[in-house]
């Protein structure tokens, strides 16, 4: 095991043990699923952490998640996109991807359908995972992307009903400057609210390195983390 591998498994062990104490705070049985984001960071990072036990790598670039994907098949991972999706890359994403974590509008759900049924007609893939993504923040503060709580019921049926695509659940990223309990209490009313409608779509994905902990204690099933694991983004060139 190389210097950086070393690294990367003690980042690993405490991010795992913050988690393992916040689920044993928040009384829960089950341990949220950790999906490390590896986005700016090489795939022979992601080939060290496959050897370290994880198995659900996000990235947010199309052109960076889909050139790792082709050149990691070996190792059996589940990649997730996280970020901001074009239409347009929908074609490219669903060769790849296990779940989008990031729809945002009807537009984007049809176009990932429509993808989703070539692929299936070739390649005979599974479902693709599709969780809508839902902006917490308040109109005076920065965006950080995801569709207005309101339009959240009408998306859910814009998922449901396309072929090839399956309803998770919500994602979000709390409000920059904003106490992340608030905004996850709010996501986890959100969640609750979709679930009536849609019982299968119970995945809550929230929850980063600074407010992991809030995120478990609000329900969350899946924690994206980067940089607490991986360190800060690495220089270009």
Not at 56 to 70: F, I, L, M, T, W
Not at 76 to 81: A, I, K, T
Request: proline share 4%; charged share 25%; glycine share 8%.
């Amino acid at each position: 095991m190389d210097e950086r591998a070393l690294q990367l498994q003690e980042r690993l062990a405490a991010v795992r043990a913050r988690i393992a104490a916040a689920t044993l705070a928040a009384g829960r049985a089950d341990e949220p699923r950790l999906i490390v984001v590896t986005k700016f960071h090489p795939a022979a990072d992601v080939a060290r952490l496959a050897a370290l036990g994880i198995r659900d790598v996000g990235e947010n670039r199309d052109q960076e998640a889909s050139a790792k994907a082709a050149g990691l098949t070996e190792l059996g991972l589940r990649w997730h996109f996280i970020g901001q999706l074009q239409s347009k890359k929908a074609k490219s994403v669903v060769k790849y991807a296990h779940s989008v974590q990031s729809v945002d509008r009807p537009q984007l759900a049809e176009a990932l359908a429509k993808a989703m049924l070539r692929a299936q007609q070739e390649e005979g893939r599974d479902e693709l995972e599709c969780f809508i993504q839902v902006s917490l923040d308040d109109d005076a503060g920065e965006h950080r992307g995801g569709a207005a709580p309101a339009d959240v019921g009408q998306l859910a049926e814009s998922i449901a009903s396309a072929p090839g695509l399956r309803l998770a659940g919500v994602m979000a990223v709390a409000p920059l400057g904003a106490r992340p309990e608030e905004a996850f209490e709010k996501l986890a009313g959100i969640s609750a609210a979709l679930r009536e409608a849609h019982p299968g779509a119970a995945a809550i994905s929230a929850g980063m390195s600074q407010d992991l902990e809030a995120a478990v204690r609000f329900g969350a099933t899946h924690l994206r983390i980067g940089s607490d694991i991986l360190g800060s983004r690495p220089p270009v060139g």
